[in-house]
């Protein structure tokens, strides 16, 4: 019963944290209206990789060389604990797939190239939400939108998800230490 009342607290401080999702949304789409995708990208990049230091910090990890160290180093070292899923792994590393891509290139990708590359690594959440919201945005405006603005609000989309678990990570926590606490509790069993 302890555990249960803990964990609901967690959830509760996560809750309130993520009250303001919906606005860091929002005003992310806002700020990005006019930039280019290249930009975008790159914003979002920084956005996610803001993100992952978050984690990292929480969970104690707060050390230079790995703070220091690249985005992808970063992104396994939070997905080995399991952290994030990997369906949230997986977009997150075609992200840094394109957003390398676009660091060493000049040339940029076609909007529907870069489009079907992103939604290839979306699945889950990431990729219902995405849908629910283009759908939305379709209905309100009454036509199809341009595949720069459904890159965007996938991009979007994507660092929120992450943000989702970033500010919940009391939850995440008690996630690590319930799984944890099993596997001794398997070992101890198997021994006896």
Not at 138 to 144: D, F, P, R, T, V
């Amino acid at each position: 019963m302890q555990r249960l009342n803990l964990y609901y607290k967690a959830v509760q401080i996560g809750n309130e944290s993520l009250s303001n999702a919906t606005d860091d949304k929002e005003r992310f789409l806002e700020e990005v209206r006019n930039e280019s995708l290249l930009q975008v990208i790159l914003r979002v990049h920084l956005y996610i990789e803001q993100e992952l230091n978050v984690i990292l910090k929480e969970l104690n990890l707060e050390l230079a060389s790995i703070h220091n160290n690249r985005f992808k180093t970063k992104l396994d070292i939070i997905y080995k604990l399991s952290v994030i899923d990997k369906k949230l792994y997986d977009v997150l590393t075609k992200l840094n797939l394109i957003r390398n891509e676009f660091a060493h290139k000049i040339d940029i990708k076609e909007d529907d190239e870069l489009y079907k590359q992103l939604l290839e690594g979306a699945s889950g959440f990431v990729l219902d939400n995405h849908k629910i919201d283009v759908k939305m945005k379709e209905l309100l405006y009454k036509e199809k939108l341009p595949t720069n603005n459904k890159i965007k609000m996938l991009l979007v989309n994507i660092w929120v998800t992450l943000k989702f678990t970033s500010t919940n990570m009391n939850k995440v926590k008690l996630d690590i230490a319930k799984r944890l606490e099993d596997e001794v509790q398997q070992k101890i069993d198997e021994l006896e």
